[in-house]
């Protein structure tokens, strides 16, 4: 699901739609999607439904979409804050977008966000993916504490 090249440390981005075509970008280069205009679509109406950002700089951007081929994970980091809408009024710059595709069995994209939230509510794990460098280190800390019960 989380795999290094989706992890992303240095995103120059300074607009939501801005990081959400990068993420499409890249999910259509990795062949997480063949329609990347579609899931830029499906990302936009998820986010005007409501939006994905949450507080201390994340947000979780997802889409369970006919478009998406394959589950997957990406971390971004953008380097200036992107406004977002979060429930501290601060900006984005911490960002895990998750896509799934929408024949998918189960709820597995609810899961993987309440993981996440979970997640962020630990300073720890807070602190290392906002300041690690190693994409190796990071792939396997994520990955190690959504599995956590």
Known sequence: ??????????????????????????????????????LYQDFLNREEEFPTGLQDGFAIPHARSER??????????????IEWGTLDDQVVRYI??????????????????????????????????KLSEDKTELKKYIIKNMEED
């Open 1 to 38: 699901m989380l795999d290094e090249k989706n992890i992303y440390l240095d995103v120059e981005a300074n607009t939501k739609e801005e990081l959400i075509s990068f993420i499409c970008d890249h999910a259509y280069e990795q062949r997480i999607t063949r329609d990347r205009d579609g």
């Open 68 to 81: 998406v081929d394959q589950i997957a994970i990406m971390y971004l980091r953008v380097k200036n804050g």
């Open 96 to 129: 895990f977008a998750l896509l799934v595709p929408a024949h998918h069995e189960g709820n597995v994209h609810l899961q993987m966000i309440s993981k996440l939230a979970t997640c962020l509510l630990e300073d720890d794990f807070k602190d290392m993916v």
